[in-house]
């Protein structure tokens, strides 16, 4: 099978590669701000350079993705917002079927067999996929490759692609110190904070904890009150922290879906029913408001 493989990031590009790796022959397409770090890729037989287009160019990606992609059984990409926005697009472009957030995949019988999360996290559902096809990947399903260099590179050019949008203008987004999904300790919000000022209690515990604030959906989408960058959950970012602290949040699914990977998660809710502690290996039923400064003030003893 003809693997072609793509990731805006290059740390994420081993995963893919290693998922690659379980079905088929891996080509890594590089783009010009790339090519670069060609000698640090493992793992795929072919590196596929493109010196004219910037991975930042996200029209021009999705044309040179669409004529590469044509060559290829399987196109796989990572989970990020920006790659399944070229998933979609590419997929509607050839009239493949995709599977996103993929956490396995084999090839049986001439078809795909992919593992994914369904029913906001609660259920894993096999599915098959007719070949060719696109599927975008789960971010630490597959631990990247420790093969051998690149065997053959190939350029390629883009010619003729007709652009369906210009981009007029780019503004860099405030940055938010750690990404959550890299953070060790993360503090997560929810509506159970009751005003936006109030989420200082929820920023000085953070400091105490050398940690960071993330939030869910509510305060993120509905409210505004934090960045979207903040926002937890399988439309936000999944996180794997050493230490998660759930701070007035209800647990919902599509909120505890981007949190089962972190090694210890401490929730604390007024609610003793709340569904957070079902997932939580500590639970405290307080309210935040008295139990948040009591605990920030025997930390900083």
Known sequence: MRVLVFSHYLDLA??????GMGVGEVSLLLTSDQKDKLAQVRGARRAIVCDSISSDD??????????????????????DKRARELAGQVAQMLERPIATEVSSMRSEEGKLVVERM?????????????????????????????GPSVQEVVEVKLGGATRRYEVVERRAKPKLGIPLDKAEVVIAVGRGFRRKEDLKLAYELAETLGGVV????????????????????????????????????????????????????????????????????????????????????RLRR
């Open 14 to 19: 081993g995963e893919l590669i290693s998922a």
């Open 58 to 79: 996200q029209a021009a990606l999705i044309d040179l993705l669409t004529e590469v992609t044509r060559d290829h059984d399987l196109l796989v990409l990572s989970s």
């Open 118 to 146: 369904t029913l906001g996290g609660k259920a894993i559902a096999v599915e098959e996929l007719p070949l060719p096809a696109i599927v975008t990947v789960q971010k630490g399903k597959f631990k990247p490759p420790e």
């Open 214 to 297: 993330g939030c869910t959906r509510p305060l993120a989408a509905d409210l505004k009150w934090m960045p979207e960058e903040s926002w937890i959950g399988i439309s936000g970012v999944r996180i794997s922290p050493k230490l998660l602290l759930v701070i007035g949040a209800s647990g919902q699914q599509q909120f505890s879906a981007g949190i089962m990977d972190s090694k210890v998660i401490v929730a604390i809710n007024n609610d003793p029913q709340a569904p957070i502690f079902e997932n939580s290996d500590y639970g405290v039923v307080r309210d935040l408001y008295e139990f948040l400064p009591a605990l920030v003030e």
